[in-house]
Protein backbone atom coordinates (compact mmCIF):
# COMPACT_ATOMS: atom_id res chain seq x y z
CA UNK A 1 0.00 0.00 0.00
CA UNK A 2 1.01 3.71 -0.68
CA UNK A 3 1.83 6.02 2.24
CA UNK A 4 -1.55 7.54 2.58
CA UNK A 5 -3.32 3.93 1.58
CA UNK A 6 -1.26 2.23 4.24
CA UNK A 7 -2.38 5.11 7.02
CA UNK A 8 -6.32 4.54 5.60
CA UNK A 9 -5.78 0.89 6.18
CA UNK A 10 -4.99 1.25 9.90
CA UNK A 11 -8.15 3.58 10.03
CA UNK A 12 -9.75 1.61 8.66
CA UNK A 13 -8.87 -1.59 11.44
CA UNK A 14 -9.36 0.68 13.98
CA UNK A 15 -12.65 1.56 12.65
CA UNK A 16 -13.74 -1.49 12.56
CA UNK A 17 -12.70 -2.45 15.93
CA UNK A 18 -14.53 0.50 16.83
CA UNK A 19 -17.80 -0.04 15.16
CA UNK A 20 -17.22 -3.58 16.71
CA UNK A 21 -17.31 -2.14 20.25
CA UNK A 22 -20.40 -0.35 19.23
CA UNK A 23 -22.17 -3.34 18.55
CA UNK A 24 -23.19 -1.65 14.85
CA UNK A 25 -22.89 -4.42 12.03
CA UNK A 26 -20.03 -3.09 9.86
CA UNK A 27 -20.68 -2.74 5.93
CA UNK A 28 -18.59 -0.94 3.76
CA UNK A 29 -20.91 2.37 3.35
CA UNK A 30 -20.68 2.49 7.03
CA UNK A 31 -17.16 2.44 7.25
CA UNK A 32 -17.15 4.92 4.56
CA UNK A 33 -19.51 7.04 6.45
CA UNK A 34 -17.16 6.58 9.63
CA UNK A 35 -13.49 7.27 7.62
CA UNK A 36 -14.81 10.16 5.26
CA UNK A 37 -14.13 8.12 2.33
CA UNK A 38 -15.67 6.94 -0.75
CA UNK A 39 -17.17 3.82 -0.86
CA UNK A 40 -15.11 2.48 -3.46
CA UNK A 41 -11.88 3.44 -1.30
CA UNK A 42 -12.75 1.08 1.68
CA UNK A 43 -13.76 -2.04 -0.45
CA UNK A 44 -10.00 -1.67 -1.94
CA UNK A 45 -8.80 -1.71 1.75
CA UNK A 46 -10.99 -4.60 2.67
CA UNK A 47 -9.85 -6.69 -0.32
CA UNK A 48 -5.80 -5.62 0.17
CA UNK A 49 -6.25 -5.85 3.89
CA UNK A 50 -8.03 -9.75 3.34
CA UNK A 51 -4.80 -10.99 1.64
CA UNK A 52 -2.92 -9.54 4.46
CA UNK A 53 -4.48 -11.84 6.66
CA UNK A 54 -6.32 -8.69 9.11
CA UNK A 55 -9.80 -8.67 7.77
CA UNK A 56 -12.33 -11.48 6.49
CA UNK A 57 -13.55 -8.95 3.43
CA UNK A 58 -16.52 -11.03 3.15
CA UNK A 59 -17.94 -10.50 6.48
CA UNK A 60 -16.51 -7.18 7.33
CA UNK A 61 -15.23 -8.28 10.27
CA UNK A 62 -11.48 -8.18 11.69
CA UNK A 63 -9.41 -11.42 11.73
CA UNK A 64 -7.88 -12.37 14.78
CA UNK A 65 -4.84 -11.26 13.67
CA UNK A 66 -6.52 -7.80 12.73
CA UNK A 67 -8.16 -7.70 16.12
CA UNK A 68 -4.78 -7.73 17.99
CA UNK A 69 -3.44 -5.37 15.90
CA UNK A 70 -6.92 -3.05 15.97
CA UNK A 71 -6.50 -2.97 19.73
CA UNK A 72 -2.86 -2.72 19.74
CA UNK A 73 -3.32 0.55 17.39
CA UNK A 74 -6.24 1.97 19.74
CA UNK A 75 -4.10 1.32 22.68
CA UNK A 76 -1.19 3.56 20.97
CA UNK A 77 -3.29 6.56 20.85
CA UNK A 78 -4.93 6.68 24.15
CA UNK A 79 -1.15 6.32 25.56
CA UNK A 80 0.48 8.59 23.02
CA UNK A 81 -1.29 12.15 24.70
CA UNK A 82 0.19 10.60 27.87
CA UNK A 83 3.51 10.32 26.84
CA UNK A 84 3.81 13.29 25.26
CA UNK A 85 2.87 15.47 28.45
CA UNK A 86 5.62 13.57 30.45
Known sequence: MQNNQE???WRLLET?????RADIQPTPAIL????????THVQELLFRLDAQGLVDEARCRLTMQGLVLAVSLHGAQRLAPLSAAA
Do not use: C, S
Open 32 to 39: ATWLDVPE
Open 7 to 9: KLG
Open 16 to 20: LYDVG
